[in-house]
Nanobody
Framework: QLQLMESGGGLVQPGGSLRLSCDIS?????????IGWFRQAPGKEREGIVC?????????FYADSVKGRFTVSRDNAKKTVYLSINSLKLEDTANYYC?????????????????????WGQGTQVTVSS
C-alpha cells in the first residue's frame, strides 16, 4: 500500500509559477514505482501530463501541452516528487493529482486518460486567473 499526498496548489495569475509536491509513504518500496502527475479540468477526463521513473533511473516524459513549462523532479531522501510549473496559462486550471503505478514511466503514462494508476493522491487545485 502506498499513500500519496499532494500540496502546493493555489490561485495564481497568468504567467506565474507554482511548485506542487507529492509526498509518498507506505509499506511498499516506492523505488519500483513510476510516479506521474495528472490533471483534471472541470468537465474533462483526467489526463497524464508527466511521469518520472523509479528512484534511480531518472527517466521523465512530458505531454506536449506542458513541455518546456513543467518540470518534474524527485527527492528520494524525502520521498517526495515535485512538479514545478512556470508560465501558467488559464488552461492549466485543474485539479492536479499524483499517482504511482508499477508501469515504468513512459509514453503510456501520457496516452491513456482516466484513473488507471494503482495509487492516487487526493489532488490539489490549481486555479489560474487574473
Amino acid at each position: 500500500q502506498l499513500q500519496l499526498m499532494e500540496s502546493g496548489g493555489g490561485l495564481v495569475q497568468p504567467g506565474g509559477s507554482l511548485r506542487l509536491s507529492c509526498d509518498i509513504s507506505g509499506f511498499i518500496n516506492e523505488d519500483y514505482y513510476g510516479i506521474g502527475w495528472f490533471r483534471q479540468a472541470p468537465g474533462k477526463e483526467r489526463e497524464g501530463i508527466v511521469c518520472i521513473s523509479s528512484a534511480n533511473a531518472g527517466i521523465t516524459f512530458y505531454a506536449d501541452s506542458v513541455k518546456g513549462r513543467f518540470t518534474v523532479s524527485r527527492d528520494n531522501a524525502k520521498k517526495t516528487v515535485y512538479l514545478s510549473i512556470n508560465s501558467l496559462k488559464l488552461e492549466d486550471t485543474a485539479n492536479y493529482y499524483c499517482a504511482a503505478d508499477p508501469l515504468p514511466c513512459g509514453s503510456s503514462w501520457l496516452g491513456v486518460k482516466g484513473t488507471w494508476a494503482q495509487y492516487w493522491g487526493q489532488g490539489t487545485q490549481v486555479t489560474v486567473s487574473s
